[in-house]
């Protein structure tokens, strides 16, 4: 069985694919920030949030996912991950969907540091919550 490498995940917001305009995206786990827990929460051992964060290039032009965060925020947006890249999802090699917020970055939304080198471009970082944990697809 192959691990997952880093250069094959593809990037899917609302059915355009991004992969090429981000460098880092996964989806996070961490306790739930609830004031109401369930005994169902309880007795699975707390509610969970779960968040997409990704890291994309400023690139301010329409069409791009960084415009998609400047022109929608407060939106909810399908999303898929695929791992490995694949055009379709099997059992081994499945596809996560999942329906995210699209929030604004907390830092860097326009412009950043000065760099001397010419290939290197301005990011944002973003972290959308999840409304749920994403559903594996296999087929």
């Given at each position: 069985?192959?691990?997952?490498g880093?250069?094959?995940?593809?990037?899917?917001?609302?059915?355009?694919?991004?992969?090429?305009?981000?460098?880092?995206?996964?989806?996070?786990?961490?306790?739930?920030?609830?004031?109401?827990?369930?005994?169902?929460?309880?007795?699975?051992?707390?509610?969970?949030?779960?968040?997409?964060?990704?890291?994309?290039?400023q690139?301010?032009?329409?069409?791009?996912?960084?415009d998609?965060?400047?022109?929608v925020?407060?939106?909810?947006?399908a999303?898929?991950?695929?791992p490995?890249?694949?055009?379709?999802?099997s059992?081994?090699?499945?596809?996560y969907?999942?329906?995210?917020?699209?929030?604004?970055?907390?830092?860097?939304?326009?412009?950043?540091?000065?760099?001397?080198?010419?290939?290197?471009?301005?990011?944002?970082?973003?972290?959308?919550p999840?409304?749920?944990?994403?559903?594996k697809?296999?087929?």
């Open positions: 069985m192959a691990g997952i880093t250069r094959l995940l593809k990037v899917v917001v609302a059915g355009t694919e991004y992969s090429a305009q981000v460098s880092t995206s996964k989806v996070t786990t961490g306790e739930s920030d609830s004031d109401f827990v369930t005994f169902a929460d309880a007795a699975a051992g707390g509610a969970r949030q779960y968040n997409f964060e990704f890291t994309a290039v690139d301010l032009t329409v069409g791009t996912l960084w998609k965060v400047w022109s925020p407060g939106t909810t947006v999303c898929t991950l695929k490995y890249g694949n055009g379709t999802a059992p081994t090699q499945p596809w969907t999942f329906n995210a917020v699209v929030t604004e970055p907390d830092g860097d939304f326009i412009g950043g540091d000065a760099d001397k080198s010419v290939t290197a471009q301005q990011l944002i970082t973003c972290v959308w999840l409304d749920g944990k994403p559903v697809v296999t087929s």
